[in-house]
């Protein structure tokens, strides 16, 4: 092509590519920040515009601890664990599969309360509670409870710097090297009627639910593909449930999950598409896994070469048009690949969006600043030509006459 054989074109072309090995050499931790950030917004952007809830979403319910059942009952958080019983009675009396309580019962109460909470316990099988992971020390439901629970689940999630959740936590292994699992892989294997030998757990892999489902985790930690949104699922206030004014055919062979979503519980947690309920974001965990829509991330290699092909092209565009059509050609370019890229995010590939811009729009940029700066260079040494002597270097007088 002409374009390489025209010496002018080199000097911008090296110019970006010294830029990109200075960007992806020292600057790209750097930026880290901003990838972030740009991840969040176009993850929000293309879950609202182009994503739609699975269907797996009709096999959870949500019982909600909310402002309405607090104001109903008359009765602060947390409620006494008698009453808990009885709500936790009444959904096991509609004939759910499995019901997952994101409420955890440390310490001991009354008397009473517990003994009414642990005959609950008892009568089903298919009841998991939660519980927490630390490092200073992980705060357990009372060993009362603990001993007739037939599962317990961590409800942690991979902490980030901005305490935005943006990863789910499928499986730990402690310090003796035993195998702790989250609330949402416990939920699932009482689903999936899968027993404790069948799960098998690969580290560098993820872990395997019989032959049900396997789902990637390296670590234990797999990206949190947000599928839902709160009003996608069926919430039940608990008060309706207490005083079972509900169609028990809501609750039939689904996943029951029990959770607050008061906000003076302070259970709320930010995610890259909104502020959300802590058991909303256990129930994205368990859409993603039941629709086996897991995120995959583009290799960076993959997303660098196909920034390298729109930045050349942009470059040829620059070099061929004027100032005002290459920078109209080269915005169509980029909105273009933006909304290709809120495409493909919500069919759950994930690229490095600030990188892709980042050479994107340095190609427009590089050989623009290079033109003009060249041109001005240029224009003031034929000035310096012009009004000085080329033999003595002094002033010319008639420049200045």
């Known amino acids: ?180 699992y989250s609330l949402d892989t416990q939920i699932l294997t009482h689903y999936f009627n899968i027993e404790k030998e069948e799960i098998k757990v690969e580290l560098a892999k993820g872990i395997s639910l019989g032959e049900k489902l396997f789902v990637p985790s390296s670590m234990g930690i797999t990206p949190l593909n947000y599928l839902a949104h709160p009003n996608d699922f069926v919430i039940v206030p608990a008060f309706l449930v207490l005083n079972k004014k509900v169609n028990p055919e809501i609750f039939k062979d689904k996943i029951v999950l029990v959770g607050a979503t008061d906000p003076l519980i302070h259970d709320v947690w930010a995610t890259p598409i909104g502020v959300f309920p802590g058991v909303i974001v256990i129930a994205n965990s368990l859409v993603m896994m039941l629709s086996g829509r897991f995120l995959y991330h583009l290799p960076l290699a993959v997303t660098i070469l196909f920034s390298l092909g729109i930045g050349m092209g942009i470059m040829i565009i620059n070099k061929k048009f004027s100032l005002s059509i290459s920078s109209l050609i080269t915005f169509v370019v980029l909105v273009f690949s933006y909304f290709l890229l809120l495409y493909l995010r919500a069919k759950d590939v994930q690229v490095d969006y600030f990188t892709f811009f980042f050479l994107g729009i340095s190609s427009y940029l590089v050989p623009n600043a290079y033109k003009y700066s060249y041109a001005i260079y240029m224009g003031t040494r034929l000035k310096n030509l012009a009004i000085r002597d080329p033999l003595t270097g002094f002033y010319t007088f008639r420049y200045f006459s």
């Open 1 to 180: 092509m002409k374009f390489f054989k025209d010496k002018d074109f080199y000097p911008s072309l090296i110019i970006w590519f010294i830029i990109i090995f200075w960007y992806l050499t020292f600057a790209y931790n750097f930026f880290y920040p901003f990838r972030v950030r740009l991840q969040d917004k176009v993850s929000s952007q293309a879950f609202y515009v182009f994503s739609r809830p699975p269907s797996c979403v009709n096999k959870i319910v949500i019982v909600a601890i909310d402002s309405a059942s607090r104001q109903h009952l008359r009765v602060k958080w947390p409620w006494p664990r008698k009453i808990t019983a009885r709500l936790l009675r009444n959904i096991i009396e509609f004939s759910p599969k499995v019901v997952g309580l994101d409420i955890i019962f440390a310490g001991k109460s009354s008397p009473e309360d517990d003994e009414e909470l642990i005959s609950v316990l008892k009568s089903y099988p298919h009841t998991v509670l939660a519980y927490t992971l630390s490092k200073k020390g992980s705060e357990y439901p009372w060993e009362g409870f603990r001993k007739v629970a037939p599962s317990l689940g961590f409800v942690n999630r991979p902490g980030e710097e901005d305490r935005v959740v943006r990863s789910t936590r499928t499986f730990y292994i402690d310090r003796e090297w035993r195998t702790q």
